[in-house]
């Protein structure tokens, strides 16, 4: 292989993604959301129907990285459609 086709390869490589790929994203981003609704509910549940009140502060805690998650996905999808847009 000689540097032409190994730039090339390389460019080829590291081009950017068709808006195909902005799929990704969303599918990630609803499973995120499926799964922020599910522990909100199981917390909601402990709450209402547990008496050990401290397992409750364990399901709030993962809450927070669930809804990073989903805010992140959230927020790659919307910059992946928007700058794949044709003006």
Known sequence: MNLA??????MSAMSPLGSEF????YYLTM??????VYVILVALYIFAFEK????LFHVMLSV??????YFTNRLLYSMC???TQKM
Do not use: A, H, M, W
């Open 5 to 10: 086709e190994t730039q090339t390869t390389f």
């Open 31 to 36: 499973i995120n959301l499926i799964l922020l």
């Open 52 to 55: 050990k009140r401290d397992s």
């Open 64 to 69: 927070l990285p669930i809804f990073i998650s």
């Open 22 to 25: 902005c799929d990704y994203f």
């Open 81 to 83: 459609v928007g700058s």
